[in-house]
């Protein structure tokens, strides 16, 4: 049975335009150097998310895509509302 390898599963490229800063390419760049067997993106928006696919499955990096919600309940909307 071959060892589990660790998995980033919260990385945020370019496109997550204030919280990430590196490039779909260097990002893959990355993950073959280390010899990663999947990675995730995590971005606020699916912007990259095909440029992210298509790179990383060509490198033989198995891509996983995510995305960030913001979720408020309906209370936590009503304080806020009050408290403007």
């Known amino acids: 049975m071959a060892t589990?390898?660790?998995?980033h599963l919260k990385v945020?490229?370019?496109y997550s335009l204030l919280d990430g800063a590196m490039t779909v390419k260097k990002i893959n760049n990355i993950a073959k150097?280390?010899?990663l067997p999947?990675?995730?993106i995590c971005d606020?928006?699916?912007f990259g998310a095909l440029e992210f696919s298509e790179?990383?499955?060509a490198s033989g990096v198995q891509p996983i895509i995510g995305r960030?919600?913001?979720?408020?309940l309906k209370q936590k909307l009503k304080n806020q509302k009050r408290m403007n």
Not at 68 to 72: D, E, F, N, P, T
């Open 4 to 7: 589990p390898q660790f998995v």
């Open 12 to 14: 945020k490229s370019a």
């Open 33 to 35: 150097s280390r010899s």
């Open 38 to 40: 999947a990675l995730a």
């Open 44 to 46: 606020n928006n699916l």
């Open 55 to 57: 790179s990383l499955a």
């Open 68 to 72: 960030i919600v913001m979720l408020l």
